[in-house]
């Protein structure tokens, strides 16, 4: 028997950014369930911002596929004022949305998707005067906008989508086998939050299955916040929030 049928994969990401890595891991014969934490919707709010905004950029950042799906939405990135602006992804995944829609180059770190790595690099480094469009969701750490505000560019923010719970929530604990062992592949602190709400409310099992389950996390900030919220089990760390890095991560930890 496969090791990997042993074990049952929860990806908490919304249904949308979910299936690629869903056939990663049923490829290597997990069985995988989808349950969403989160669900991104449209923000009217930083859609009109972005639309009143007819400014010319010398940099375009997008921290996310979602931010890169939205900004597609409402803007084309192949017209003429866009012509001269630098495109710049936080990740892999938003390389990929731009370069389907035929935005190259797009400039993205090689690994450590983090804003401390985008940051990093030399366009960001050095931009002094330089008109920077920041594609993002609602909320965040906002450490971008202040290094770059600090390196003296001149930063505006289009806040395109904001994250709710979804509307629909199915009782978590009905869709897991109980002859399976789990694993919870969690990718943002505010999908952890919900995820250990949804268990420690369904009662009686959830509670236990919370505290003992498998996580997978990208971050210490998520480690950390896990074990405050009561977490006890095994907690993986995949090097970034990539298909490729968390299924490499699950492989190499759970398969024998």
């Known amino acids: 028997m496969n090791s990997n049928a042993k074990w049952q994969i929860i990806i908490t990401r919304p249904i949308n950014t979910a299936q690629g890595l869903k056939q990663r891991l049923e490829s290597q014969g997990f069985a995988v369930i989808v349950y969403p934490c989160l669900e991104i919707v449209a923000n009217p709010e930083g859609i009109e911002h972005f639309q009143s905004d007819q400014s010319l950029f010398d940099l375009a950042i997008f921290i996310s596929p979602s931010a890169a799906q939205y900004g597609l939405q409402f803007s084309d990135f192949k017209s003429e004022r866009w012509q001269k602006t630098l495109f710049i992804a936080q990740g892999p995944g938003t390389v990929k949305v731009l370069n389907e829609a035929e935005i190259t180059p797009v400039l993205s770190p090689e690994k450590d998707y983090t804003s401390e790595k985008l940051l990093s690099l030399a366009p960001l480094q050095h931009c002094r005067d330089q008109k920077i469009a920041l594609f993002k969701g609602k909320a ?24 709710h719970p979804p509307k ?12 399976l062992d789990s694993l919870f592949v ?10 250990a709400e949804s268990l420690q409310r369904s009662k009686p099992h959830g509670p236990s299955i919370w505290r003992h389950c498998h996580l997978l996390v990208i971050n ?23 298909d490729e890095a968390i299924t490499a991560r699950i492989i190499e930890d759970l398969s024998l």
């Open 140 to 163: 965040g750490r906002g450490l971008l906008t202040t290094v770059l505000k600090q390196r003296k560019a001149r930063v505006s923010e289009f806040e395109l989508y904001e994250r």
């Open 168 to 179: 629909v929530v199915f009782e978590l604990t009905s869709l897991l086998n109980e002859a």
């Open 186 to 195: 969690v990718n943002t602190v505010s999908a952890l939050s919900s995820l």
């Open 220 to 242: 210490d900030k998520m480690i950390e916040l896990a074990q405050s919220l009561g977490h006890r089990g095994r907690i993986h760390r995949a090097e970034n929030a990539s």
